[in-house]
T-cell receptor, first 112, second 118 residues
Framework: DAGVIQSPRHEVTEMGQEVTLRCKPI?????LFWYRQTMMRGLELLIY??????IDDSGMPEDRFSAKMPNASFSTLKIQPSEPRDSAVYFCASSLWGYGYTFGSGTRLTVV | AQKVTQAQTEISVVEKEDVTLDCVYE???????LFWYKQPPSGELVFLIR??????QNEISGRYSWNFQKSTSSFNFTITASQVVDSAVYFCALSEVRYTGANSKLTFGKGITLSVRP
């Protein structure tokens, strides 16, 4: 299995631009999670889906952030407009009901 | 609410020393899972172990061992005969288990940076 695949690995964008991060979960996994990692706040959950349905989005920082999961094999996290404080590493993870969590390699976002 | 505390922020040891990484958790649930992840300098999160709340047996995997004590809400991780390749950030994490057995979110501690010097 290829594991959880995230793209791009690195993204540098200017403040105010739209940024879209992508995630392909492990085939057959029914949960998908988006986490953000910063020095100040550590690893924090942004949102998670079960069978493509958002279950808990209480970690989404503000309306500039949105996430979708149109099908079982793809999810996006969008930031519009981006701000320098959004700079972080964004991880996607997937899991199968009742089992462990597998993380992607992360997307390092830098907003200048 | 769930909480994971890793009081140690940075640990530095010399190769071949044993080192223990502490983890204390808080939850109101009686059924939960505990995890350890390793984040090497390359940045990925590598799964090390998962433990459910009903299994307090200690576990050993090569140079790694884990001590789970519900009485003290601790899930400590020991590396025996540390090596330079063990240098990484180590995260302890906790997840609830829904009554259906389904997953919930992982709550992470702040992580412990372990440096192993040659």
């Amino acid at each position: 299995d290829a594991g959880v695949i995230q793209s791009p690995r690195h993204e540098v964008t200017e403040m105010g631009q739209e940024v879209t991060l992508r995630c392909k979960p492990i085939s057959g996994h029914d949960y998908l999670f988006w986490y953000r990692q910063t020095m100040m706040r550590g690893l924090e959950l942004l949102i998670y889906f079960n069978n493509n349905v958002p279950i808990d989005d209480s970690g989404m920082p503000e309306d500039r952030f949105s996430a979708k999961m149109p099908n079982a094999s793809f999810s996006t996290l969008k930031i519009q407009p981006s701000e320098p404080r959004d700079s972080a590493v964004y991880f996607c993870a997937s899991s199968l009901w009742g089992y462990g969590y597998t993380f992607g390699s992360g997307t390092r976002l830098t907003v200048v | 609410a769930q909480k994971v505390t890793q009081a140690q922020t940075e640990i530095s040891v010399v190769e071949k020393e044993d080192v223990t990484l502490d983890c204390v958790y808080e939850t109101r649930d009686t059924t939960y899972y505990l995890f350890w992840y390793k984040q090497p300098p390359s940045g990925e999160l590598v799964f090390l172990i998962r433990r459910n709340s009903f299994d307090e047996q200690n576990e050993i995997s090569g140079r790694y061992s884990w001590n789970f004590q519900k009485s003290t809400s601790s899930f400590n991780f020991t590396i025996t005969a540390s090596q330079v390749v063990d240098s990484a950030v180590y995260f302890c994490a906790l997840s609830e288990v829904r009554y259906t057995g389904a997953n919930s979110k992982l709550t992470f501690g702040k992580g412990i940076t372990l440096s192993v010097r040659p």
